[in-house]
């Protein structure tokens, strides 16, 4: 069946790589950056000679942000010749339960560069892995910013009911704030629909976190807050780090986690060589957290394939399971033994008048379970 084929039969046969990125509706936002980090990835290793002495080739299909489309079109990445060794990509839970059972059926890997449920694991059990944090872990950096330096006691909690990655992050926010002795005054749950109706006369609080995962869900509800008379930090998750969301804001006091920052001012080596590769690459475009997630997931999968020593599917899943102390764009990543979740750290940014700032990279010292 060309579902199992085996892209080894040949040394001088390209390695396969399938990855499920939505050019198009809601996820566009998230997964445009992530894929052009995915080509620039794949194209950095061809060029200097591919790996196991094999160019990669890299198929990218459109989801569309619905998940019968993700199904149809994960159905046909497996059904091709060659078939790929392994799929990645998504940055949407429920995206990624479209996709990655059909991969664990055919004994492929898939490695989700940006969907954060820490459940995922458990939900497709052996072949499922994640190359960003769990949600868990960004909550409750946030839940100890807040607390610690933002010195917050009393918090509002609004959430996008209709997403499970919206409904997970605020629950772990709570779970953690409530364990630092902090108190919710409140907790709200909204749709797109329903968001005018529900976020109206809040209570005064120090710090609002707001789970919300639509980009105009987001900048919507920052401005009933502020119009309220309300102040105070509105804390957030990755989904804040949306391309574009913040140009031309006059926001202020909003934090948000996320994976990495890749601002012009960040010194850090890897970042900088990022920006200057990413820029010959995509001179109209700027890259950002989600951006370099797609490149560290492909660059993953090229470690694994590497140290596989073979290419077959089932060896490259035993060889990402091992990886330990991967320095990634994103940060330095090891999968403990036993988790298909990577170790890693949450970067805290700022946003001001439009502008952001890297205020420090968070390793939790409490994350509640998943």
């Given at each position: 069946m060309a579902l199992l084929a085996s892209s080894t039969t040949?040394?001088?046969?390209?390695?396969?790589?399938?990855?499920?990125?939505?050019?198009?509706?809601?996820q566009a936002g998230l997964d445009i950056p992530s894929a052009q980090g995915a080509r620039l990835a794949v194209d950095q290793t061809n060029k200097h000679g591919g790996v196991l002495n094999r160019q990669i080739v890299l198929k990218i299909e459109n989801g569309q942000s619905k998940p019968d489309v993700v199904k149809a079109r994960t159905a046909a990445l497996l059904a091709s010749s060659p078939a790929p060794v392994a799929l990645f990509g998504l940055s949407d839970t429920d995206l990624v339960l479209a996709s990655a059972p059909l991969a664990a059926k055919a004994n492929r890997v898939f490695l989700t560069s940006g969907a954060t449920s820490p459940l995922l694991p458990a939900e497709v059990p052996e072949y499922l892995y994640l190359a960003c944090f769990g949600d868990n872990v960004q909550a409750a950096a946030a839940a100890e910013w807040a607390h610690g330096d933002g010195q917050a006691r009393k918090a509002l909690v609004?959430?996008?009911?209709?997403?499970e990655y919206t409904r997970l992050l605020q629950k772990y926010f709570r779970e953690r704030f409530t364990q630092l002795g902090g108190e919710i005054a409140d907790e709200r749950s909204f749709t797109s629909d329903t968001l005018e109706q529900t976020l109206e006369q809040f209570p005064?609080?120090?710090?609002v976190f707001l789970s919300a995962e639509v980009p105009a869900d987001i900048q919507k509800a920052v401005r009933m807050i502020r119009s309220s008379g309300l102040d105070c930090p509105i804390v957030g998750g990755d989904s804040f780090d949306s391309a574009g969301l913040w140009e031309g804001s006059d926001a202020k006091c909003i934090y948000y986690t996320t994976h990495a920052y890749l601002g012009e001012n960040n010194p850090n080596p890897r970042v900088?060589?990022?920006?200057?590769?990413?820029?010959?690459?995509?001179?109209d475009a700027t890259p950002d957290a989600f951006t370099a997630l797609g490149y560290d997931a492909t660059r993953l999968l090229v470690r694994a394939i590497e140290q596989s020593q073979t290419a077959d599917?089932?060896?490259?899943?035993?060889?990402?399971?091992?990886?330990?102390?991967?320095e990634g764009v994103t940060g330095t990543l090891s999968y403990p033994k036993g988790s298909r979740i990577p170790t890693k750290s949450v970067s805290l940014i700022e946003v001001t008048g439009g502008k952001l700032r890297l205020v420090r990279e968070v390793m939790p010292k409490g994350v509640p379970a998943p």
């Open positions: 040949f040394a001088d046969e390209p390695i396969v790589l399938g990855a499920l990125y939505n050019s198009t509706g809601q609004l959430y996008d009911s209709s997403h005064n609080v120090d710090v900088v060589a990022f920006r200057k590769a990413f820029a010959a690459a995509y001179p599917p089932e060896d490259i899943r035993r060889a990402l399971a091992g990886i330990h102390r991967f």
